[in-house]
Structure formats: C-alpha cells, structure tokens
C-alpha cells in the first residue's frame, strides 16, 4: 500500500511538472499574440539628434534662423514671380517649382525638428510618419527634376535660341511640371507601401528628428532586404540619371559659350548659368554624401549622420533664394524695388 502511495504521489508530482512547460508555453503565445497584435504601431518617438540632447535648445537657434529665411526667401521668390509679368518666362517658371518645392522640403522635416529641440523627444503617428517620409522623399526626387528642366531650359536658351519660344511654350512647360511630379509620385509611392506592411515589433523608438525611409524600416521585426535594395537602387538611379543629364546639357552650353564670338557674350551667357549650376552643387553634393555615407559610412558616428541629414534639409533651401536674388538681375532688381520702393525710383 505504501509503495502504490508513493508511486501515486510520483505520478502526481510528474503531472504537475509537466504543467510548467504548458504553463510557459502559453505565457509565450500569448506574448506573441500581443506582439503581433501591436505590430500595427499607432506611433513612433521621435529622438531628436542621438548624443547632442544637452545642446539641443542651442542647435535650435541657428536652425529656426535658416528656416525662417528659407520661407521668408522662398515665399519672395513666389511672390515676384506671380506679380511680375517681366519674370513670366520658362526659367522663372522652374525657379518658382523649384521655391516651392523647397518650402515644402524644408517644411516637412524642420518644422517636426524645431519642436523636438525645444519640446524634447516628440510622437508622430503612424500615418503621420508615413506621411512624413513621402512628401520628404518626394520633394527630394522633384528638386532634382527640376533642376534638370532647368538645364534643359538654359540648354535651350543659349544653344538654340531661334527654337526657344517655340519649343517651350506654355503648354509644353505644363506637360513637363505635371511628368515631373507624376515621375516623383511613382518613384516614392512604392517605399510608403513597402513601410506600411511592415509589422513594428520591438522598438517605437526612432533616434532621428523625422521620419525617412529606411530608418523607419530598420526599426521593423521582419525582412527588408526589398526595402534597402529598392529605397537605394530606384531613388538614387532615378537622381543619378537626372545629374547626367544635366552635365552632358551644360558640357553642350559650355561649347557653345565658347563659340560665342564676342567677349561679353559670353560672360552674359555664363553669368545666367551661374547661378545655376551653384545650386546644382549646392543640393547634389550634400545628397550623395549623406546617400553614401549613410549607406556605406559604417564607421561615421550615428550623431554626425542625423546632423548632416538635418542639415542637408535646410541649408539648400535658405540659400537657392539668395543664390538666385544675387546672381540673377532680374530678380536683384525686382527685390530691390520690393523693399526700398522709393529709394529705386
């Protein structure tokens, strides 16, 4: 009797054993079912710049500087294009896409990155930050399209003359600002869906002031190979086809200034390209440093990668006014006739 006791309670002891592992096992698929039930995030956390958090009311200063010329010049440049009908002329009409498109540029991510430094460590709903990262890659990819109608226009303006008022006619300027932002829109599109059907498992937490593409995709519990191969692969061959456009259109205007027979032909002829081609360097050389950098600076500090992309996104859009208000007559007179009315009379 006592041995058949002893084997009962054995036995008892062995059934209450293996209810543990039973026990774990449905602690662990619950944990699951809560992980992929929260993978359908409703926000992410905004970090602001990783490492610099004590300086962040400092940085705040020079930034909100930039961006308050960036709107003031950007808005000025609409302006006297809308009014002035002197400046109604394909290049005005890119030059006014071009301020536009930067208000929106600078707008998207600055605006988010002046409240984390002030405020601290700031949410953005999902669809926000979605929202976010499409209209910051959108801008992004329309800048450099412009820039190219740009090339294109002053291509046209000093190799073919006698064809300029032909060929770029009103309705011809419109068809090419409605291909630019369609080609844009379906460049960028894809990686907003390519984000969106990620499942976010583990972190909400971005060390960045705003959202991009592929920051946010690091952040999901799933494979993103698709996401790298395509945010790098279609955006930056999209940007690097529109920069060898531009240099084979301005190697064809630097041969045909050259040929210009008269000295100050040529010299008005280079002074409409220069300002130009400064903003050209002023947005392609920072971009592909931050593109490579990012995608290929392992050993860059994570604190100098978020300031330089913090940079990148205000520094081009403050100065293209400037550029264009100095190096562009037509402009500097219309600019000085704005503010000192009298004193131009």
């Not at 302006?79 to 498109?101: D, G, K, R």
């Not at 605006?111 to 984390?116: D, F, G, M, P, Q």
């Not at 059907?197 to 999901?220: D, K, N, Q, S």
Request: aromatic content about 12%; charged content about 10%; glycine content about 4%.
């Amino acid at each position: 009797m006592e041995e058949s006791g002893s084997k009962d309670s054995l036995q008892s002891e062995s059934i209450g054993l293996a209810s543990v592992p039973d026990t774990e096992a449905i602690h662990q698929t619950s944990l699951a079912i809560y992980n992929l039930s929260s993978s359908n995030i409703d926000a992410f956390t905004l970090l602001g710049i990783p490492g610099l958090e004590p300086y962040h009311i400092w940085i705040s200063i020079p930034f909100c500087f930039m961006y308050l010329v960036a709107i003031v010049g950007n808005s000025m440049l609409l302006y006297l294009i809308a009014v002035e009908h002197s400046l109604h002329a394909p290049m005005f009409f890119f030059l006014s896409m071009l301020a536009m498109t930067d208000l929106i540029f600078s707008t998207t991510c600055v605006a988010k990155t002046l409240t984390i430094l002030w405020f601290g460590p700031q949410t953005i709903s999902f669809p926000g930050c979605l929202t976010q990262l499409f209209f910051l890659h959108c801008s992004f990819v329309l800048d450099s399209a412009i820039l190219l109608a740009m090339a294109f226009d002053r291509y046209m303006a000093i190799c073919l003359p006698w064809r300029y008022t032909t060929i770029l006619t009103p309705r011809t300027i419109v068809k090419i600002a409605v291909g630019m932002s369609f080609r844009s829109f379906c460049v960028i599109a894809p990686c907003v869906f390519l984000v969106n059907r990620l499942p976010f498992c583990r972190t909400h937490i971005i060390p960045h002031t705003y959202c991009e593409h592929i920051g946010v995709a690091r952040l999901a519990c799933a494979d993103i190979a698709i996401n790298i191969w395509y945010g790098f692969c279609v955006p930056v061959m999209t940007v690097i086809i529109d920069v060898i456009l531009i240099a084979v259109s301005y190697t064809l205007i630097l041969c045909a200034i050259f040929h210009l027979p008269s000295r100050d032909a040529r010299k008005k002829a280079l002074g409409t390209c220069g300002s130009h081609v400064c903003v050209i360097l002023m947005f392609y050389t920072p971009a592909f440093f931050s593109i490579l950098a990012h995608r290929f600076g392992q050993n860059v500090s994570h604190t100098f990668h978020i300031m330089f992309a913090n940079l990148y996104v205000i520094i081009p859009p403050a100065l293209n006014p400037i550029v264009y208000g100095v190096k562009t007559k037509q402009i500097q007179d219309k600019v000085i006739l704005l503010l000192f009315p009298k004193g131009s009379q």
